[in-house]
């Protein structure tokens, strides 16, 4: 999956905004700040980046010796009682998501023993890491390649390539999924085939950075219509397709998980 997520200032707020940046889960991440003191913004950075190099020594797919690696050939059950417990929602998650979609959304996609939790692991990396940025009378952005959280304040983000932008409010999370950069590398796990259809790019906010991770790939794999079902019920979420013809399709709201 690419994200293709520009950030602005929101508002007319004239407090300085700062912008950190380093490459870490074969992407960027950055903490952007406004209002914050250079060691408020250097507390925010302290935290968000212990809590992606941990995400990314446990469940890096590529690494054999990372915690996923390890236990993909365990069954699902057994991955669930040897895994890191602050990883289990990841792994949870993905592994319901599968059975919810009918395996379209496949940690297993590349055969039986094999796990990756790329198209969810980001964005959970960024919850983790939203739970600890310290408390302070500043605004705070977290960004891992793309996926994004407003920990604190509300910030306007520009979608690359489309011409649209959205507000992000505090507490809300948005992805985006696409084919701009990186060609077909988005995968259908019911084929484990690259995913042919006439989707460009799909932004989805969510009230959580996993969700929205989870959600920009289904939404992209399915396409406006077949999504539905699945998008449905779930945390509070807005879609914004945009098809290989230029067509905007919006999707508004719907209802929060019990």
């Known amino acids: 999956m690419i994200f293709a997520l520009a950030v602005l200032a929101l508002g007319c707020s004239r407090a300085k905004i700062e912008r950190i940046e380093w490459p870490v889960m074969g992407t960027i991440a950055a903490v952007q700040t406004r209002g914050a003191t250079a060691e408020e913004t250097a507390q925010v950075v302290r935290a968000a980046k212990a809590e992606f190099a941990r995400v990314e020594k446990l469940l ?16 699902e059950q057994e991955i669930l009682k040897a895994c890191d417990p602050t990883m289990k929602p990841c792994y949870e998650l993905a592994f319901a998501w599968r059975e919810t979609t009918h395996g379209a959304f496949n940690p297993r ?30 605004d705070v952005l977290l960004d891992l390649g793309g996926n994004l959280r407003a920990v604190r304040g509300d910030w306007k ?4 390539g489309s011409g649209e932008s959205l507000e992000l409010e505090e507490n809300q ?23 042919s259809n006439d989707v460009s790019s799909v932004t989805v906010v969510a009230t959580e950075a996993m969700y929205a991770d989870l959600f920009s790939t289904t939404a992209f794999i399915f396409g406006p219509e077949e999504s539905k079902p699945y998008l449905n019920g779930w945390h509070t979420c807005s879609v914004l397709w945009i098809m290989k013809d230029g067509r905007k399709i919006f999707k508004e709201p719907t209802s929060l998980l019990p």
């Open 109 to 138: 996609w590349r055969g039986t023993n094999t796990l990756d939790l790329g198209a969810i692991a980001k964005g959970f990396a960024v919850d983790l890491a939203a739970a600890r940025v310290p408390k302070g009378d500043y």
């Open 157 to 160: 983000v520009g979608i690359a």
């Open 173 to 195: 999370s948005c992805a985006t999924s696409a084919e701009y950069y990186r060609g077909k590398h988005i995968y259908d796990g019911r084929t484990g085939l690259a995913v």
């Open 60 to 75: 890096n797919a590529h690494d054999p010796n990372s915690e996923l690696s390890r236990l993909a050939p365990l069954a």
